[in-house]
């Protein structure tokens, strides 16, 4: 796990919507156990998008809180997809390994026919 001022360079990028999956792993998995850096996004986000919407609409910083948390709500939807694609790949990447230790296996053995 990353330190919190490793983390914290992670929030403006993120509220801005500029982190990539990696970054974006890094500060949720963060912020899900440290409340200080949950904090930090929080101020920064309604900094960012509070100012915006109180100016639109009256119950705009009402609903601030709930729109970071339906926002993390949607990248944590991304990081299981991400990290369960990870693991397909890696089977993937395996059985091809496997099967292209057989192919030479195969093709060694039928040399080796030939060659009696
Ligand atoms: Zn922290």
Redesign the pocket.
Same mark, same amino acid.
């Given at each position: 796990m990353l330190? =919190?001022n490793e983390?914290?360079k992670y929030i403006k990028p993120y509220v801005e919507g500029n982190t990539d999956i990696f970054e974006t792993i890094e500060l949720i998995e963060?912020?899900e156990? =440290?409340?200080? =850096?949950?904090e930090?996004l929080e101020i920064y986000y309604i900094l960012i998008n509070g100012l915006k919407k109180i100016d639109n609409d009256e119950d705009g910083a009402f609903n601030i809180k709930k729109e970071l948390n339906d926002r993390i709500k949607n990248s944590k939807k991304k990081i299981r997809l991400y990290k369960s694609f990870r693991e397909y790949s890696r089977l993937i990447h395996s059985l091809a390994n496997i099967s292209m230790i057989a192919l030479i296996a195969y093709v060694v053995v039928r040399y080796i026919i030939r060659m009696l």
């Open positions: 330190k =919190c983390v914290q963060h912020i156990k =440290c409340e200080d =850096c949950y930090e």
